[in-house]
Structures are given as structure tokens and as C-alpha cells.
């Protein structure tokens, strides 16, 4: 009894194992490697008749979010590039992507994309082993010669769906459902908290962390006690674990926003817009620029100003619950919302207001204030 | 004369641990003092909803508004007086007990949370047997498998397939029941499989159960990548199984929105706990199998087909793990994704022992994981101040507090996990 009892416990520990390690992580740090000089070193001209070879190496697809949008953005280059020949490489495991990524270098691939924030350590790694290909690591920075870091200011972009969430409740609660707790994802929450109270400091916001990014169910579970508690509206920012969040409004005829990829069509009515994350754009002009030679280190950062964060509606996307949705709702959204946004964004971006990043690497000295919307 | 002095020994060790057990109920009095009694604001107030939040047939009650500081003083006061009843007297009930201190300091410690906010007490319920249901399903495989005798640990996996059958299957019909049905199917063959393996062939059993639980995660992954991601519309997008308001009894206030609104897995659930309870205890079928489970050569010389009964609850426990899986995806959020079953098999397997190897013990034990996980869902929105790792963490402490040994020994069927040999 003792034997099997400590048997089911070891193969239970083994499989939970598995389990976590299907979600990002941090690899262990790898000792610092000294920091080269990072002054950008001259950008290969484009070669006449080259056919240059990228690679993502990435989770497992089909979160219709996150994701997904990396993979998108390889397709286009597929698609438009003419001298671009792409590979998509899925593994659930972060030691195996490791193993992919240096499989793919050895090949003699050009660029090799790697996607999350746990993922910047070992990129770092293997992009010094191999000087002479270039990296890119979508949702953190890179420090190498041979890398390029694209980052997102998701702080900017949560904040102009909390506009839109405090101004469409009814019941002046809210909802934000989070994968992890990461500082990644604290910047989402706490850019939404800044837009939910710009638009109106007396809406109250609800939080929940899922614990993990494929687990749907429990994704839902929290998302049913938030509508419970009186939210009406809950911002999912929490990959597969989202959709949860979605069927969960579906299920009870409230509303939820989506992330990263456009989700309106997930529950049409019921989802009101999504926070897009154009990672899809960053990973088609980083290859755009490799096959015109001029793909530069350092690091690109995404925001409002260059429209790859934000509101759905900025960039008249996905406006589908201007059908779907209950009239009164999609009247709000075109005549007030849609206008308050394009406003804050506009002042976020002549810098008269900014909103403060969770992990502080983007300063901000005049922070939106409570109630700044009706000043 | 031997037996005398065993019984002695035995009322001597029961002592022992009621003892200690008065000791641990003191400790948690004292904790609920220092812990949650410290630094409350005289005057504070703690609401309990206790009617759903959403749009219900139940007729609406008034809330529960408790002043927190006298509340949670009475509460410690309780556990208290029952320790040290219990450390004077010894009484054998201490389980019982337990059961009401943990009460006492469960319903302390909400209170505490909730202080100067609401919380909405019959959601949380409500939530927890949802949370539990997959829970109980998975327990009840694992009681129907080795009350034959036979060790299922491969329930995860099981289940794992069948959610994966029930939505390809359920978007494909467009039909909601032919899904579950593929899920019943599904866990009715991969049980069969273990069955083969276990029973005829007599493999080691816990080896034909991880067998089975990696080629679940490996063969659902496999199939996700391969053709689901590809196809989301047209392979794993199902919807799921609407709300069922049960008429007359969804109006009860308290009761109704917790037992009586939900979907029919949930339904399905329960009748089968009270079903499998009927069949292993008040049949002769059911006669059978405990005696197949704890003596199967007396079973067999008495004629009973050991071989027969063994396969048959195997494959009963795989439909109903089948149906376990189907809440999953159909019953939950109308797609599959990777391990998203997320452990609830091997959690099902501990509530089975903690719930002894009973059907209606299994449920309550996975009401008690459930509550845990709906708990922390509400603490997270209270903001209490316990870092939310901590709170994700709940379920499985208690697993671990509760398997450590709160329960005493728990007796397995006594052929439990061995294959038998027909002489």
C-alpha cells in the first residue's frame, strides 16, 4: 500500500511536472556572459538572389491570441517576402525549443525568433554561441550583438481598453483575469486599473491570477466569480486560460475583452473588443528588414506611437460587436468611447500624459490622473 | 486472552491520537485568536450574499451581515472548548469534531476576510461543486476500479482523451449529447485496454496506469497540433452544455442556486455518486465485486468470475471517467486544449483514498477540494494579502494536509492492485 501510495504520488509529481513545464519559465540564469559593446554594427547590404531562411521557435500554437499572432506574422513574410523562406518550430518544452533553436542556427538559418519573456535568457545564450545569426526574442530585450529584442507597451494598450471598460459597465465593477503573476502581466493589469480609473475613478476593478496559461476551466471559474461578485466586463489577459474567460461572458450573456489577437469572433456580442498586441507586425518587419538588409541590434519597442498596441477600434479592427452587441452598448462605443480613446491616445502620445509601466523600464513622470478624462 | 490485550493496545493507540487531535484543535483555537482576532476595527462588519449574483429561479433572502470582531471571538471560543473537551475526554468522534473545528475556523477565517466588504457566500458554493465535479468523477472511477481489485491511476489520462473525443466529436454532429457519448465511449475503451493489461495479462498495474497517462498527454497533443490547431472551427469549437434550472427545487433559496441550476454534467454526477453507491452496496453485483476486491480466490471458489467482474468495473469506471472528461471541454469552455486536465485525475485519486474507497465519501472529499479552489478564487478577489502563489497553492496543501494522516488510516480493498491467477 505504502509502495503504491508513493508510486501514484511520484508518477503524479512527474506529470504535474510535465505540466508546468508546458507553461513559459525561466530557465536558470546562465552566468552573466559580459556585456559586449552595443554599438550597432553596419548592416549587411541585401545580397542579390538570396533566399534568407527564419525560423520561430515557439510553444504550442493555437491560443487565438498570443501566440498565434507570432505565427501570423511568419505566414505574411511567407506570403509577401519573395527572397524569405520560413519554418515554424512547436514545442511545448522550453529545453527542447533551446535544442530547436540551436539545430535551426547550425542549419545555417539567418534569423531565429523566439517568443516570450522567459525565453530571454537561453536566447541570449545561444545568440552568442552563434555570432553570425541574427536573433529576435518577442516580449523581452536582447543585449547582444547578433539580437533584437521587440517589445510591447502593454501598460499603454491595457489602459485604453480600461477606458473603454469603465466607461461601458453598468455596474461600475470590472474585471481583469490574469495567466500569471509575472511582472509582464502585472504591466497589463495595472495599465488596465490606470485606464479604468482615468476614464472614471469611481469604477471599482476585480483581479484574479489563473496560475497558469492553458488552463481554460479555471480560467472560466474566475471569470464566473468576478461576474458574480457584480463585474460586469472582465479583461482577459491570460493566453489559452482566456477563453474561459470569454465562454464564461458567452455563457452568462455579460461582456469580456480579449488580448493580443483580435477575439470578437469567439463570442460575437458577448466579446466587446481586444487588446491588440500586434506581435504578427513585429515579427513581419523584423523579417522585412532582414531581407532588405537592415535589420539592426538593439531592441524595438512597439507602443501607441507606431499603432501596435491598443483599442481594437484605433486601427478599426475587428468591429464586429458594433453588430452583435446590445445597441445601447455599441451607440456608447461609437459615439463616446471610440472619441475618449482616440483623445487619451492623443495626449499619451504629444506626451502630456503618460501611464506608468510595472516594470519601469519605460519612464513616466506625468502619470494619468483619477478622473483625468472629464477634466 | 490475546484478544483482550490487542484490544487494549488498540484503545490505547485510539487514545493516543484522540489526544493528540485535542491538542491540534487547541492550536487552531489559538491560531484563529492570534492569527484573524488581532487588529480588528470594533464595529466592522462582514456580508455574506447568499443569493447568486447572476439572473436565478431562487427565491431572493435577506444577506448575512455578521459583526466580525464578536464573530470571530465566538468561533474561537468554540474550537476552543472543544479541544480541550476533547484532550480531557478523549472521545472516539474526534473526526466528527475535526469536522466542526475546521468548520469553526473555515467560516472565522471568511469572515475575516470578508471585513468591511461583501462576499457572496452561495457563488462560492455554488462554485466549489463545479470545481469538485471533475474531481468526484475521477474519484468515482477510481472507487468502481479498485473496489474489483484493480489500481486505475491512469485516470488522468482517460480523461484527457475523452474530453478530446467529446468536443471533436460534439463540433463535428453539432450535437452536444453525441459528444458526451464519445467521451463515455472513449473511456469505456482505454479502461478496457487497462483492463486487457492488468487483468489478463497481469501486468504491474501502476505501470499499466502511467502507460496509459502518457499515451493520453502524448496521443491528445499529438492529435491538438496536428489537426485541431489547424482547424479550430471545424474540429474544436462545440459550445457547451446550457444551464439546467431544475423546476420547484431551483426556488429554495440557498440549496437551489448551488444544487439545482447547473449543466448536466454536474447532474450527471451526482446521480451517478448516489448510482454507484446503489451498485456496490445494495446489489449482489455489488456484493460481488468487494468480495472479487478483498479475497478473490474465495470469490472464485464460491464461482464468481473474477476475471468478469474485474473487466466489467474497470470499463464502468473508464465511462465514468469518460464523463469526467467530458465536463472538461463540452461541459466547460467548448474546446480542448494541451493537459487541461491539469492533475485533476491524480486529485481524484487522493479524495477516493481520504473518502475511503465509498462513493459518497469521494464526494465529499472532492467538495473539499473544490471549496479549496474556489476559496482562493475569492480571496484573490477580496485582496487578501497572501501572495497569489500561495492561494493557487490551496488545493494541493490540502491534499497533502488531508492525505498526512488528519483522516487515520485509511483501508484499501484488500486484493487491491493485485493480479489475480486462476489455479
Known amino acids: 500500500m505504502l509502495r503504491r501510495t508513493i508510486l501514484v504520488m511520484l508518477v503524479a509529481a512527474m506529470v504535474i511536472g510535465l505540466v508546468a513545464s508546458c507553461a513559459p519559465k525561466a530557465t536558470p540564469t546562465p552566468t552573466p556572459k559580459p556585456a559586449e559593446p552595443t554599438k550597432a554594427p553596419p548592416t549587411k547590404p541585401p545580397e542579390p538572389g538570396k533566399t534568407y531562411k527564419v525560423a520561430l521557435v515557439i510553444s504550442l500554437l493555437g491560443d487565438r491570441s498570443f501566440l498565434d499572432s507570432a505565427a501570423r506574422g511568419i505566414g505574411w513574410a511567407q506570403e509577401r517576402l519573395a527572397n524569405v523562406e520560413t519554418k515554424i518550430i512547436e514545442n511545448a518544452d522550453v529545453g527542447e525549443q533551446q535544442l530547436a533553436a540551436r539545430a535551426m542556427a547550425e542549419a545555417g538559418y539567418d534569423l531565429i525568433i523566439t517568443v516570450g519573456f522567459g525565453s530571454a535568457d537561453w536566447t541570449s545564450e545561444i545568440a552568442t554561441e552563434y555570432p553570425d545569426t541574427h536573433f529576435a526574442l518577442v516580449d523581452a530585450t536582447l ?233 | 486472552m490475546a484478544t483482550s490485550v490487542a484490544r487494549s493496545q488498540i484503545r490505547a493507540i485510539s487514545t493516543g491520537r484522540a489526544r493528540r487531535m485535542g491538542l491540534v484543535f487547541l492550536a487552531i483555537g489559538v491560531a484563529t485568536l492570534l492569527l484573524l482576532g488581532r487588529g480588528l476595527e470594533a464595529g466592522q462588519k462582514a456580508t455574506f450574499g447568499l443569493n447568486p449574483g447572476f439572473k436565478s429561479q431562487a427565491i431572493k433572502i435577506p444577506d448575512l451581515t455578521l459583526p466580525v470582531q464578536p464573530t470571530i471571538y465566538t468561533l474561537a471560543a468554540i474550537i476552543l472548548i472543544l479541544g480541550a473537551w476533547q484532550l480531557i475526554r ?100 482505454i479502461s478496457a485496454l487497462h483492463a486487457v493489461m492488468a487483468v489478463s495479462l497481469k501486468v504491474d498495474q501502476v505501470i499499466s496506469g502511467t502507460a496509459i497517462i502518457i499515451i493520453g498527454t502524448g496521443a491528445t497533443s499529438f492529435i491538438a497540433a496536428r489537426f485541431l490547431e489547424k482547424n479550430i472551427n471545424g474540429l474544436n469549437n462545440s459550445g457547451t452544455f446550457p444551464v439546467i434550472s431544475i423546476p420547484v427545487l431551483s426556488k429554495i433559496p440557498l440549496l437551489g442556486p448551488i444544487f439545482f441550476e447547473n449543466g448536466i454534467i454536474v447532474y450527471l454526477m451526482l446521480a451517478l455518486i448516489a448510482l454507484t453507491h446503489i451498485l456496490l452496496f445494495s446489489t449482489k453485483w455489488g456484493l460481488r465485486t468487494r468480495a472479487v476486491g478483498e479475497h478473490p480466490r474465495a470469490a472464485d471458489t464460491l464461482g464468481i468470475n473474477v476475471y468478469l467482474v474485474r473487466y466489467v468495473s474497470v470499463i464502468l469506471g473508464g465511462m465514468i471517467a469518460g464523463v469526467g472528461g467530458a465536463y472538461f471541454t463540452i461541459g466547460s469552455v467548448g474546446r480542448f486544449d494541451e493537459f487541461m486536465t491539469a492533475g485533476k485525475g491524480f486529485i481524484g485519486l487522493a479524495a477516493m483514498i481520504f473518502g475511503k474507497w465509498s462513493p459518497f465519501g469521494a464526494f465529499g472529499s472532492s467538495l473539499l477540494f473544490g471549496f479549496a479552489d474556489s476559496l482562493q478564487i475569492k480571496l484573490q478577489i477580496l485582496r487578501v494579502h497572501i501572495p497569489s502563489e500561495f492561494l493557487l497553492m490551496a488545493p494541493y496543501l490540502i491534499t497533502m494536509v488531508v492525505l498526512a494522516g488528519v483522516v487515520g488510516r485509511a483501508i484499501p480493498p484488500a486484493a487491491d492492485g493485485q493480479p489475480y491467477e486462476k489455479q
Open chain 1, 143 to 375: 543585449d547582444v550583438p547578433n539580437g533584437t529584442g521587440l517589445i510591447f507597451k502593454e501598460h499603454d494598450g491595457s489602459f485604453t481598453v480600461g477606458m473603454a471598460a469603465a466607461m461601458l459597465t453598468k455596474t461600475g465593477k470590472v474585471g481583469f483575469v490574469g495567466g500569471m503573476d509575472v511582472p509582464l502581466l502585472r504591466r497589463f493589469q495595472e495599465g488596465y486599473i490606470q485606464g479604468v480609473k482615468y476614464a472614471d475613478p469611481n469604477v471599482e476593478v476585480v483581479s484574479g491570477w489563473v496560475g497558469a496559461w492553458g488552463d481554460p476551466t479555471k480560467g472560466k471559474e474566475l471569470a464566473l466569480t468576478q461576474y458574480e461578485e457584480g463585474a460586469d466586463i472582465i479583461y482577459a489577459a491570460a493566453g489559452k486560460s482566456g477563453e474561459g474567460v470569454l465562454a464564461a461572458s458567452a455563457e452568462k450573456g455579460l461582456f469580456s475583452m480579449g488580448v493580443d489577437s483580435d477575439q470578437c469572433y469567439i463570442a460575437p456580442g458577448n466579446v466587446i473588443c481586444s487588446m491588440m498586441k500586434m506581435v504578427d507586425v513585429s515579427v513581419f518587419d523584423a523579417i522585412k528588414s532582414l531581407s532588405e538588409g537592415t535589420l539592426e541590434a538593439g531592441n524595438r519597442v512597439y507602443g501607441l506611437e507606431n499603432d501596435a498596441v491598443g483599442l481594437c477600434y484605433l486601427y478599426d479592427i475587428d468591429t464586429e460587436f458594433l453588430d452583435n452587441g446590445p445597441a445601447d452598448m455599441a451607440a456608447k462605443m461609437t459615439n463616446e468611447v471610440i472619441p475618449a480613446v482616440k483623445a487619451a491616445v492623443q495626449r499619451i502620445k504629444a506626451g502630456e500624459m503618460c501611464v506608468k509601466d510595472h516594470m519601469e523600464i519605460y519612464p513616466c513622470d506625468n502619470p494619468a490622473q483619477p478622473g483625468g478624462m472629464g477634466m
Open chain 2, 90 to 189: 478523549g472521545s472516539r468522534s474526534a473526526n466528527a469534531l475535526l469536522g466542526v473545528v475546521a468548520f469553526c475556523f473555515v467560516f472565522a477565517f471568511l469572515t475575516w476576510a470578508a471585513r468591511g466588504k461583501s462576499f457572496n457566500l452561495v457563488g462560492m458554493l455554488g462554485s466549489s461543486l463545479v470545481r469538485a465535479t471533475p474531481i468526484a468523477l475521477a474519484a468515482l472511477c477510481g472507487v468502481m476500479c479498485e473496489r474489483s481489485g484493480v489500481v486505475n491511476i491512469g485516470i488522468e489520462g482517460i480523461m484527457l482523451m475523452s474530453a478530446q473525443a467529446a468536443v471533436v466529436v460534439a463540433t463535428v454532429t453539432k450535437n452536444l449529447y453525441m459528444g458526451l457519448a464519445a467521451a463515455i465511449l472513449t473511456g469505456a475503451i
